[in-house]
């Protein structure tokens, strides 16, 4: 079995005011207040294009390895629902503003991207789940209409689950860093519909399946791996699979039928009448072009040839600008990269993924960061307790060496209280020093260990290890 997977992506773009009109955008606005007679529909108002728009798609199908058209154009795609009250929707169908994009995926595969084109979006349905006047209301919040996006089609080239979550992480990293869309599917400002197809061993495909309502890059894998095996198994048994739409509940981990699937000649899609052809100069382009900031693959090859850190660290840190300029910070003050690179991925992170929050480098300060690396290298303090530490500053903010200092966490390592602790633990164990002296240095092992509980964990390990050899050679 093979499967066939294609994505189409909606991406809120980061404008001030909407696509076709002045209303500002503010998704935490009272319903209904940031709307006027063009994003409602209202006869006779007439649309106009706002310019950041165009500068927004473009700079996205430039980051995207696109072609970008010159002229393009605007259509009407009919439907009617009571979320889109002009029972039409702009958008970019017969001429589009970029095409033939593709995003590299780790495994080296090329993903390509069809098109990119400009649309609005639609307003809100919010579906009561209380009785309302003895019974169950569904409410309209046309804010959302006229909302900037951009669609994002890719051809049918992934073939796993994982390399759609990939996709849609690359995509996430690439928007957020040239500042078009602030990737957040839970908050609608991603959205994913996932086209699949599964292909037997026989070379029979099955209908191609849509699945939407999809809000976490995780949730993109889980769609798709239930989705593929019910295809899969549908194909076995012999039944034919419906050409539908499915939504995922991610309640249940399963998807349901919603409708079956339109046709592109359902939208009946013609030419918008209130538009002009969009033309934009070869010089427009260039000049966007030249304000893309370095993109996060470029990044990671940076940091791996010039810091000497691992792919996976590199990966990982040039995925979000804030993460990559905190790395780079702590650089300039003086931590070495490879130590920097550790602790952010390996530690750092990890306070944050454990609270699902979004990095935030006030939380844990690069100066923060720097007295931690610094005082376990000089084993001023044990690497356990720095993360103690950490955690502890990440919570409350306060000063590291405050904390220190509270909990008592300073290494003992000066040979004057180290030396008597390590001859009892030499003395009381005759039979292990016999052990060492017929070649078994292995053993030093098991008196730093006893060392260190005999100080609660406070001595320097590193220095015990070095004291421990010498009072068993007789040099103390």
């Known amino acids: 079995m093979k499967s066939v997977i294609g994505l189409e992506i909606h991406a809120q773009l980061l404008t001030e005011t909407k696509a076709f009109c002045s209303c500002k955008i503010d998704v935490n606005a009272r319903p209904n207040t940031n709307i006027c007679p063009v994003c409602t529909g209202q006869p006779g108002a007439l649309p106009v294009l706002n310019e950041k728009v165009v500068e927004f798609a473009i700079r996205s199908g430039l980051a995207l390895n696109c072609k970008i058209h010159q002229r393009s154009s605007f259509d009407r795609k009919n ?13 970019q169908y017969f001429h589009p503003i970029a095409t ?44 959302r209409c006229g909302v900037p996006l951009i669609e994002i089609v890719t051809e049918p080239d992934m073939e796993a689950p994982l390399e759609a979550k990939e996709f849609m ?53 889980y769609a798709l791996e239930y989705e593929i095996d019910r295809i899969s198994q549908s194909l076995k048994e012999g039944k034919d699979v419906k050409h539908e739409t499915r939504g995922w509940d991610f309640v249940t981990r399963t998807t349901v039928s919603l409708r079956s699937k339109e046709e592109e000649n359902d939208y009946r899609y013609f030419p918008e009448p209130d538009l002009p052809v969009l033309e934009v100069s070869n010089d427009l382009i260039e000049k966007i072009k030249n304000t893309l900031p370095e993109l996060p693959d470029q990044k990671a ?67 923060t960061l720097k007295i931690l690396v610094d005082y376990t290298n000089s084993s001023k303090i044990s690497r356990l307790s720095a993360k103690e530490v950490m955690s502890e500053v990440y919570k409350s903010g306060r000063n590291p060496d405050d904390i220190i200092k509270e909990r008592n966490l300073i290494q003992v390592s000066d040979e004057k209280s180290l030396i008597p602790v390590i001859k009892k633990v030499i003395e009381g164990n005759p039979a292990v020093v016999d052990q060492y002296r017929k070649g078994k240095t292995s053993v030093i092992g098991f008196f730093v260990g006893n060392v260190m509980k005999e100080t609660k964990g406070k001595a320097d390990p590193k220095a015990v290890g070095e004291l421990v050899k010498k009072a068993l050679d007789g040099k103390i």
């Open 79 to 91: 439907y009617f629902y009571p979320d889109l009250p002009k029972g039409y929707q702009i958008t």
């Open 100 to 143: 033939e994009g593709y995003i590299n995926l780790d495994n080296g595969k090329k993903v390509r991207i069809r098109r990119i084109h400009i649309e609005e979006d639609a307003g809100k349905m919010i579906h009561s789940t209380e009785n309302i006047t003895e019974s169950k209301e569904s409410l309209i919040d046309f804010n």
């Open 169 to 221: 992480e690359k995509l996430r990293d690439i928007l957020r860093t040239i500042d078009v869309c602030s990737g957040n599917m839970e908050e609608g400002a991603l959205r994913c519909d996932a086209n699949v197809s599964v292909i037997d061993d026989n070379g029979r495909s099955s209908s191609r399946v849509e699945v939407k309502n999809i809000n976490s890059f995780r949730y993109v894998q």
């Open 301 to 367: 090859e940076r940091y791996v040839k010039t810091f000497g850190i691992s792919d996976y660290n590199a990966k990982i840190l040039s995925r979000d600008r804030l993460l990559s300029t905190y790395f780079e910070s702590t650089i300039s003050a003086g931590v070495d990269p490879k130590d920097g690179a550790n602790w952010i991925v390996n530690d750092l992170l990890g306070l944050f993924n454990a609270d699902s929050a979004e990095f935030d480098p006030k939380k844990v300060p690069v100066d």
